[in-house]
C-alpha cells in the first residue's frame, strides 16, 4: 500500500527510554517504518546496542 511504501522510506533517530521505545514499536510494526538511527546517547556497551538491535529487528513486520 501506499502508506507502507512512505513507511518504508522513513528513518527515525531516538533517545532510549520507555515512553519512546512504545511509540518507536508501533512505528515499526504498524507504520513499516524503514529505519532507526543510533546515536552514540543509545549506546552504552556492545551488549546493550546488541540487544536494542535484535529488539528492533524482531518487531520489524
Known sequence: SLRDKIGQ???VGF??????MDTLWVDITQR???GVV???S????PIQIQ????QLQQ???
Open 9 to 11: 522510506m522513513m528513518m
Open 15 to 20: 533517545y532510549q527510554n520507555s515512553n519512546f
Open 32 to 34: 513499516n517504518l524503514g
Open 38 to 40: 543510533l546515536f552514540g
Open 42 to 45: 543509545n549506546i552504552q556497551n
Open 51 to 54: 540487544n536494542l538491535t535484535a
Open 59 to 61: 518487531a520489524a513486520p
